[in-house]
């Protein structure tokens, strides 16, 4: 597991398009390597518990159910 940044800060970002998004990532991913795999392991094992998964659920998500879409 990733351990904390020296500085001990935390900060988000948003962005309004998938091009400035994957542009940040990249910058995020040379500034702190390690912290994309980190996200990614705690994203999986969140949709895998049994008790989070359901909450992750978005309105008109129920369309999709079961992979449908």
């Known amino acids: 597991m ?3 940044s020296p ?5 988000f970002l948003t962005c309004d398009t998938e091009a400035e998004a994957l542009g ?3 910058s995020l991913a040379q ?5 994309l795999e980190s996200v990614a392991e705690l994203a ?3 949709v ?13 998500d129920e369309l999709c159910a079961g992979g449908a879409c």
């Open 2 to 4: 990733l351990g904390p």
């Open 7 to 11: 500085s001990e800060t935390f900060g």
């Open 24 to 26: 940040e990532t990249r």
């Open 31 to 35: 500034v702190r390597p390690g912290v």
């Open 44 to 46: 999986a094992a969140v």
């Open 48 to 60: 895998a518990d049994d008790t989070l998964a359901p909450l992750l659920a978005a309105e008109g």
